[in-house]
């Protein structure tokens, strides 16, 4: 749908169907899309298809509205159209002497209109959509036998139903998509899909498509602006028409930032705000004890007009700075407490319990370690408590500390994690 990344976005998408089989579909094509204004989605799309001689080209565009109700709620409705530019391969069709009368009222209509529309409902992460894909008669040309055929405007209608569901806010989610087409010529077709979304960085899923098949696929999203999915489809039952997998590539680029519900940051907006600030941050000049001593507090202007009597003015005393408790020992190791009160850094740790790992007093080193803890095959978080000024490496985060305790007893088996600890944030 147009729009639903809430800013400029482009994709790449490649399928290569039934591979192996001389004249089967391959399709390319480039997708761009963004909304105005959080109300009015755009896109335009240029594509190309090819099945058998026959070479379609594409170009379509779309708008739209969208009503939003509060957040996370909202109806979208949209409509778009275009031209389809058909031609056949008269290499590959021979000398181009067409006998067949059929295939001669083909470049009669080489040329032809296009135009679609559709609504959906969004709340929350719940999904529901209708799609009139077909909204202009034509006659259709198929390339197996280049038979005739008439699709009229309400022959075909998709009906789609997902919810995207957060099962652990930041790290797991699952959506499950149900799609429904129905076309006058070819009946009804059910396809569904499961997809997994891990720490919004990689994906996989399954999906079945009535007629087709099955599909296996991944998914890579880096810094939230690059994506990246492959898919594999393979037939299965007796009821296929060819005995071939298929396949399919698709890249793409996000412009921006991410907006999240009610201004919230996610984890990846966090940590990049943080290292902005630790890359840009000046760097601070020690300042010696007798600086310290004879600093004065800047004087506030009196409404009086004369100045005091000098001998009247009261000594000022140095200011007094409260400094926060040492967290850690001469070897650099963390012994502060292990419940802190929750504070209002970027990063700073909601309010829960977390498995940590490693503790530091700087952002750098953290990421650092958390990087080298990707890399050994574990997904690893970065928090902030401001009441110690530490930053948190931890590996789970749960609602309760029994919780913690378990998770913390498992991983005390891995060398890596024996030294774990369980902090809990009030």
């Not at 275009?82 to 009368?101: E, L």
């Not at 083909?106 to 999904?127: C, E, P, Q, T, V």
């Not at 009906?159 to 099962?167: E, I, P």
């Not at 100045?307 to 190791?333: C, F, I, L, T, Y």
Request: hydrophobic share 40%; with cysteine; proline share 5%.
């Amino acid at each position: 749908m147009a729009g639903y990344e809430n800013r400029p976005a482009v994709f790449l998408h490649y399928r290569n169907q039934w591979t192996g089989i001389e004249g089967a579909p391959t399709t390319a094509t480039l997708v761009f899309h963004t909304l105005y204004k959080e109300t009015v989605p755009f896109a335009f799309s240029v594509s190309n298809d090819r099945r058998g001689l026959l070479s379609s080209n594409v170009l379509q565009m779309g708008s739209g509205f969208r009503a939003n109700f509060g957040t996370e709620h909202y109806l979208s409705f949209g409509i778009g159209g275009g031209m389809a530019f058909h031609n056949i391969d008269m290499i590959g069709a021979g000398n181009g002497s067409f006998i067949d009368p059929s295939m001669a009222g083909i470049f009669d209509n080489s040329i032809r209109a296009l135009a679609h529309a559709g609504i959906n409902y969004h709340y929350k992460g719940f999904n529901f959509g209708i799609t009139l894909p077909t909204m202009l008669e034509h006659t259709a040309v198929e390339s197996s036998g280049f038979s005739m055929g008439q699709f009229k405007p309400l022959d075909h209608l998709n009906f789609n139903l997902s919810y995207y569901w957060h099962m652990v806010e930041d790290k797991l989610a699952i959506e499950p998509l149900f799609i429904y087409r129905q076309s006058e010529q070819f009946g009804g077709r059910l396809e569904g899909y499961l997809t997994s979304t891990m720490a919004n960085v990689f994906m996989a899923g399954i999906g079945y498509r009535q007629f087709m098949g099955a599909s296996a696929f991944i998914g890579f999203n880096i810094n939230d602006n690059y994506r990246f999915a492959y898919s594999f489809e393979f037939p299965i039952g007796t009821e296929m028409v060819f005995n071939a997998a298929s396949h399919e590539i698709s890249i793409g680029m996000v412009f921006g930032e991410k907006k999240t519900k009610r201004g919230k940051m996610s984890y990846i907006q966090r940590r990049n705000a943080v290292l902005a600030a630790a890359r840009n941050a000046p760097a601070k000049q020690p300042v010696s004890a007798s600086q310290r001593a004879t600093a004065q507090p800047a004087v506030v202007p009196s409404e009086q007009k004369s100045a005091p009597e000098p001998e009247k003015m009261q000594p000022q005393s140095p200011p007094v700075v409260e400094e926060k408790p040492a967290s850690r020992d001469a070897e650099g190791n963390y012994i502060g407490p292990v419940e802190v009160t929750r504070g209002s850094h970027n990063l700073e740790l909601e309010k829960g319990f977390y498995v940590v790992i490693a503790s530091f007093d700087n952002y750098r080193d953290a990421d650092a370690y958390s990087n080298d803890i990707f890399t050994k095959g574990y997904f690893a978080k970065i928090g902030y408590a401001t009441q110690t000024g530490d930053y948190h490496v931890y590996i789970h985060s749960g609602i309760t500390v029994q919780d913690c305790q378990r998770e913390k007893s498992r991983l005390s088996t891995v060398p890596l994690f024996r030294n774990a600890w369980v902090l809990t944030v009030k």
